[in-house]
């Protein structure tokens, strides 16, 4: 609590002998004194200056005590500031009268120096002690809001990261249950390739060395066009081959987003992770009803092995890439016939870390919306279609668990974020990382 030294008491009175009188028991007491003659300098002085009290008389030249007392307590910084008034007057009217306006307490003239010392270290005491209390409820205020936030905060990444490993456990289930049967199709395919290949060259063999063939025999391979039936075999298999192996990719995908729920950092390839969001998020790429397919251009830069947690990069990029769908999904309605909505998405190396750009066509933002982007339940979108947690996790994730940063520009009608991180890290691991790599 503040001592008397730094205290300041404002003492306004027209009488001279008044201020001396009172000046010199307060500088006794080691309070600091500012005195002022009239309401109007006392005013001026408040303003440049606050006192940590005033002693106020009430009939002055000018604008009176009351009057004085009425500006100071309209004022929202110097409401505050406790009020004692002097006066000769006993009348009860303007006892009542002082108080309503805000005074805190009275003093009768002719000063007793004691009575004044005593009630001048009553008010300050008491100020201070609201003061300090104020601080300290402003202070637990903050506190509690904080703690909220973080709460609801954590509530919510709860939620989402619940929502991630049951889409990532069913993704997992059935990429496992996929991966069986394409992987017996297509070890057999090798072997068919072979068998079909010795058939054809045993039909060769029967042809050469059997010049005259069976009238039936040979109505039948017309029938099937024969000549084409062996030129066709081949490819057909080559064809089943190929379909296989892209659906032994697709689950590979399928895979590596699943680890959606994995927090440990490894080194992984970006542009997998990416592909494999961009096959989640297919079905929402194909054309509507009110708008055509997503053209989604890829410009892939030569990149390492990237220092991450795919998981949690996954997420950012379903968050990013599924806010890009809704806005286009959302601009359709106003585009020209000929509009074409589209998704670009590049990679590149940028120093020692690596730069994802993930842009849409799907209109502009305005600045009162860019700068509360990331802020935690933020969205622009109507009420139960997000949760305004997306942006937020995913700028938590870039840069607190990567040490990175992802940011937004906007270019006339094109929107695109850039998140940038090290392409190896340095920030040391969090406790449940720790673990996972122990």
Sequence with gaps: MPTSESDIILIVDDTPTNLAVLS????????????????????EQVGYKPPNLILLDVMMPGIDGFETC?????????????????????DT????????LGAVDYITKPFQQEEVLARVNVHLELYHLNHNLDRQV????????EALDSLQKAQVQLVQNE????????????A??????VNFIHGNLSHAKEYIADLLELLRLYQEKTPTVNPDVEAF?????????????????????????????IIKSLKTFSRANETQFESINIHEGIESTLLILSNRIKAKSFRRDIQVKKIYGELPLIDCSSGQLN???????SNAIDALDESASRQPQDWIPRIDIRTAIEGDQVAITIANNGGTMSPEVQDHLFEPFFTTKPRGKGTGMGLSISHQIITEKHGGQLHCRVEGDRVEFVIEIPIQQTIAPTPHQAKSQS
């Design 163 to 174: 929502k991630m490993s049951s889409l990532g456990q069913l993704v997992a289930g059935v």
């Design 24 to 43: 010199e028991a307060l500088t006794s007491a080691n309070y600091q004194v500012a005195v002022a003659l009239d309401g109007e300098t006392a005013l």
């Design 221 to 249: 391979a017309e029938e099937i066009d024969f000549e084409f039936l062996k030129e066709d075999l081949p490819k057909l298999l080559k064809s089943m081959e190929v379909g296989a192996g892209r659906i032994q990719g």
């Design 70 to 90: 009425r500006q100071l307590k309209a004022n929202p910084e110097t409401a505050q500031i406790p009020i004692i008034f002097m006066t000769a007057l006993s």
């Design 315 to 321: 997420q950012v990029f379903t968050n990013i890439l």
């Design 138 to 145: 402003k202070e637990r205020t903050a506190e509690l809001s």
């Design 176 to 181: 496992h249950e996929i991966n069986n049967p």
């Design 93 to 100: 009217v303007d006892k009542v009268k002082g108080l309503s």
